[in-house]
């Protein structure tokens, strides 16, 4: 039972949904509205859970005095006190998302500056990466550099000015060798998909389902 | 392996290439460049489409990124938002995730402070409450009944921008995949009331824009793969025109749908943001160009660098030998 109602569940839903598709009809589209109205509400249940899990996880940890457990706290703490300043107390004791409250600035003053620095690190070790891998070794990595330089350098203005074929080679490395193998690729990744998303709608994939039954 | 000055070269520690790097972002501000950015194509289309719209059109505009690539999609979605406030364009503002939605505050904020040369003096929805009364809705009349009244738009100001009436802030929902599905049938099913709590329904925009079959044009801007959602369940499903703003890496992921006409056009990183912003300018529409035409020249500095440690790199390795020894090769194949 545990294995046989998700499993139709899966079979019915994941059938409506390719049948519905293909159907331009009011009945259709009722069908499918009532589907997207259902699965946020179903996320709701799963963001309930997967807070619990949390919580259960790095409680357990501080509790414990686990190695590393003030990264614990330093989850748990924000978890809960951003939705409480944010959701409910009022904008008098510094509540709501709107400037100035502690939510407002948590975001704009934490999470965005530390995003923010996260990302642009990534300049400077492309740089040392650029240093340290490109090197002309062999046929293939010649021409890889060499493509990895154009095209860089027809992204930027002060390529056009080193020469003016910079950015139309960049754009045709980009508008066509990049695009066939790309494609290539997307092609055999959706029907990847594809088969995998038959395989468990039909119940042949049953990994899902995490044991249950068993 | 004997030391010479090409081993010590190519064993550079990596702090100094660190320093160098935080060097050249940094001069830039001090000592702008201000290289000329030429507009391509897959920006021009995206510029030219906006073009053909007006206040009788809608677009969303989708901020579909977190503060991580803030600097990239930021300026794409701040410029195309100033060009269609600019034309009397109806925009509806989205939001894929909970930080994209603070992103989406920003942006909105950047666009209408007035502290900014060119702003949008925002009328709230309430404060335009007694012409929608009267049953002035439309667009150019409204603004002629707000200004008869004695309303003057300030010196360094663009334009006004009515709640309701030129931009609506749906802001997010959680699956947001679902929620562009859903938005194909009805706007205001998925968002009975924006982020002010303003209700949908009673907005003139949304009552002549019901669904996303009545909207001209989605942009959205985003560093994930995100993006694509709006081109499976809206482009892809009824026709909706999409266009992309997305981070420099992952411009090459995309190119591929504009050659097959399910994009009308691209953003690709900060350039692509110059070149929407260079194109505003050439235009008429704003005096200078904004912050990614600024952020340029870091670009410019930081590449050219690049470039040099690439080929400074190949030096040492060739001139000191290291291609015959196979010392470096060991254990890489």
């Known amino acids: ?214 | 392996m004997k030391e010479n000055i090409w081993s010590r070269m190519l064993n550079l520690d990596r702090r100094w290439i660190f320093l160098l790097i935080g060097v050249v972002c940094t001069v830039p501000f001090f000592v702008p460049f201000g290289l000329p950015v030429l507009p391509t194509k897959n920006v021009i289309s995206i510029f030219d489409y906006v073009e053909t719209l007006g206040p009788e059109n809608a677009i969303f505009v989708s901020f579909d990124f977190d503060p991580g690539t803030d600097p990239e999609n930021m300026p794409m979605a701040v410029a195309i938002t100033r060009h269609a406030f600019a034309r009397n364009i109806p925009v509806f503002f989205t939001a894929n995730a909970p930080l994209a939605q603070g992103m989406l505050e920003a942006g909105f904020t950047y666009v209408t402070n007035p502290n900014i040369a060119g702003y949008f003096h925002i009328v709230s929805w309430q404060e335009w409450a007694p012409y929608r009364e009267q049953g002035i809705t439309r667009r150019d009349r409204l603004q002629a009944a707000w200004e008869a009244d004695g309303n003057v738009l300030p010196e360094n100001a663009s334009g006004w921008v009515f709640e309701g009436r030129d931009f609506a802030k749906l802001g997010y929902l959680p699956a947001f995949a679902l929620v562009i599905m859903g938005m194909t049938s009805s706007i205001e099913a998925q968002y009975p009331e924006d982020m002010n709590g303003n209700p949908l329904a009673q907005m003139p925009m949304l009552q002549e824009h019901k669904n996303l079959r009545d909207v001209d044009l989605a942009a959205t801007f985003s560093g994930s793969a995100a993006c694509m959602w709006w081109v499976l369940y809206a482009g892809d499903t009824i026709s909706l025109p999409i266009a992309f703003g997305v981070t420099a890496v992952s411009a090459t992921d995309y190119t591929m749908y504009i050659q097959s006409g399910q994009l009308v056009g691209q953003m690709g990183g900060l350039r692509g943001a110059a070149e929407y912003e260079v194109l505003l300018q050439e235009a008429g529409y704003f005096e200078h160009p904004d912050r990614a035409f600024i952020g340029m020249d870091v670009q410019n500095a930081a590449h050219l660098l690049i470039l040099f440690f690439i080929i400074l790199g190949n030096i040492a390795y060739f001139a000191g030998g290291f291609h015959k020894k196979g010392a470096l090769l060991k254990g890489r194949r």
């Open chain 1, 1 to 214: 039972m545990k294995r046989a109602v998700p499993l139709m569940i899966v079979l019915v839903g994941g059938i409506l949904m390719i049948i519905q598709y293909f159907i331009p009809h009011q009945i259709s589209q009722d069908v499918k509205d009532n589907y997207t109205i259902w699965i946020p509400i179903i996320t709701a249940f799963a963001l309930v859970l997967g807070v619990g899990s949390l919580t259960r996880l790095h409680g357990h940890k501080v509790r414990n005095r686990a190695p590393n457990w003030p990264y614990s706290l330093a989850v748990l703490l924000p978890l809960y006190l951003v939705p409480i300043f944010g959701l409910l107390l009022p904008a008098s004791m510094a509540g709501g998302r709107d400037a100035p409250s502690v939510f407002h600035f948590a975001f704009m003053h934490i999470q965005v500056p530390i995003q923010s620095t996260m990302f642009s690190l990534l300049a400077f070790y492309i740089a040392s990466a650029a240093f340290r891998a490109f090197r002309a070794k062999s046929m293939l990595a010649t021409i890889l550099l060499l493509t990895a330089v154009v095209v860089m350098m027809g992204q930027v203005p002060i390529g056009e000015l080193l020469g003016s074929w910079f950015p139309r080679v960049g754009l045709w490395i980009i508008d066509f060798p990049n695009n066939a193998a790309k494609r290539a690729i997307g092609l055999g990744v959706g029907f990847g998909i594809l088969a995998t998303q038959l395989k468990i709608i039909f119940g042949v994939e049953r990994n899902w389902l995490g044991g249950a039954g068993d």
